[in-house]
Structures are given as structure tokens and as C-alpha cells.
């Protein structure tokens, strides 16, 4: 991955402009360069990404007022802070099918920023995460020729379980999973993978439980219980309910439905 100094005024075929570098061409304070990209930028003929980095069209559209789109924009943030990072949550959710609402943000691992950006009318959750827990994606080409990097259909449903409370993602995703694994039977051993790689006690114990339920091959389950640690708490099946039911005492789960 580039970084910051390797690309000046074109990023892949973006056009970007540097405050230091508008100052110096037109021969005006910083200050007064900052004023004059403000001003800009309000006006929505281009697009601050950070302070002093901006984003602005190979043409200026009909009307004047202009916006990078999200993968453009998200891209465009991580590439300048030398970041890895890959879209998850409700946008990976609604691109493979599963939640046809639209999110009106995209979230984004990554290994640099955290908290909540806005470029453009783009609107980003960025969770920090270190960088091995990167990994298993899907790199998909927009149209205007951006790479956008999604978590894998496998590991978008460990995601869902694994940190279904930033994504409000349980008990759906137990039906996301059983749906994807009667189209594919084959996709069990990707999310076992991914399970064992990316996932943390909790979401192996209620993966393995769910996989048992749905008869897949007991190898795959004792790759999961290999994952495990001895314990004496139990978990809920469905974290926001009560805490009663029967327990499962194979991977110490109260099925509390």
C-alpha cells in the first residue's frame, strides 16, 4: 500500500489537493488557504477528507455540487494514513443479501482511525482493530474503478455474531447462516475458518451450537471445541433476552428461545 508521501496530486486516478500545495501555487497564506477550502468544501464543490487533504472531481457536474461516494472517500482516508481496513457491519450485510436496508453509514475495520468521520455525505464508524484481526475479504471494483475491500460472506457471519452488539446482528444472523448453508453446504468450512480465526470464546460457542443444529460434519465441530477453554458460565443463545432455558451443555449455551 502507498503512503501518504508516494502520492501527491493524482491517487489512482483521484484528483487530490493538498492545502500546502494550493498555498504555494496560488502564493496565499495558509490561512487564507484554509478559508478558501472551507469555503469550497461547504459549498460542495469538493470534499475534505482530514485537515489539509481534499478530494475534488475530474469534472465539475451539472449544478456544481459534488460528492465522493463512500468506497471513494473511505479509500481515498486509509490509503492516506497507510491503513489496512475492510468494510463490515450493515453494508457488508446488505451487500450479500441479508438485510435489504440500506445503511446510511458504513462501518469499517481498520488499523488506524477510530470513531465517526464524514466526507462528503459519506458517513463512516471506523472501529480500530489491530491487524491481525484483519483478514478473510472480498476486493470488489466499483465502476468509477475503486477497489473496495468487504469482509468475505464467511466472515461478514462470524462478524454478525462475533460483534453483535455494535451491530444489533443476533438472533438474525442465525438465520442468515442456516439460509446460506442450505444454498451451500460447502460454506460451513469457511465459517468454521474464519470462527477459529477472527472469532473470540462466545461467538465460537454459539457458532458451534448452531452448526450442530444444522447436522454439519462433526469434524468441523471439534475444530470449534479445540478453539475452546474449560469453563463453568454458560452464555445465552440470544444475548438480550433473559437468561433462562435449557442449557447445552456441550458448548454452554442457554437456548433461551
Known amino acids: 500500500m502507498e503512503s501518504s508521501a508516494d ?16 498555498a504555494e501555487a496560488l502564493g496565499i497564506s495558509a490561512a487564507q488557504t484554509r478559508e478558501l477550502l472551507s469555503r469550497l468544501a461547504r459549498r460542495r464543490v469538493i470534499a475534505r477528507v482530514r485537515r489539509g487533504l481534499y478530494l475534488l472531481p ?33 453494508a457488508a450485510f446488505h451487500r450479500y443479501g441479508w438485510d435489504e436496508q440500506v445503511p446510511n453509514r458504513f462501518d469499517a475495520y481498520n488499523t488506524a482511525i477510530s470513531g465517526e468521520r464524514t466526507i462528503g455525505t459519506s458517513e463512516f464508524n471506523l472501529i480500530k482493530v489491530d491487524a491481525q484481526r484483519l483478514g478473510d475479504t472480498d476486493v470488489v471494483r466499483t465502476p468509477d474503478g475503486v477497489e473496495a475491500v468487504f469482509s468475505s460472506r464467511a466472515r461478514s457471519l462470524v462478524d454478525a455474531v462475533y460483534d ?91 437456548m433461551n428461545v
Open 58 to 90: 475530474d469534472r465539475i457536474p451539472l449544478g456544481g455540487r459534488w460528492s465522493p461516494g463512500e468506497y471513494l472517500a473511505l479509500a481515498t482516508l486509509m490509503e492516506d494514513r497507510d491503513a489496512h481496513y475492510q468494510i463490515c457491519g450493515p
Open 164 to 254: 453483535w452488539s455494535r451491530f444489533g446482528s443476533l438472533p438474525r444472523a442465525y438465520d442468515w447462516i442456516r439460509d446460506e448453508l442450505n444454498r451451500d453446504s460447502k460454506l460451513a468450512d469457511a465459517i468454521v475458518k474464519a470462527a477459529v480465526s477472527y472469532g473470540n470464546t462466545g461467538t465460537v460457542r454459539r457458532l458451534g451450537k448452531l452448526l450442530e443444529q444444522e447436522g454439519v460434519a462433526e469434524r468441523l465441530l471439534k475444530n470449534l471445541e479445540r478453539r475452546l477453554t474449560p469453563t463453568s458460565s454458560f452464555i445465552a443463545w440470544s444475548p438480550r433476552q433473559s437468561k433462562r432455558g435449557s442449557v447445552d451443555r456441550r458448548w454452554e449455551v442457554v
Open 7 to 22: 502520492y501527491g496530486g493524482k491517487m489512482r486516478g483521484r484528483q487530490v489537493l493538498r492545502s500546502d500545495e494550493v
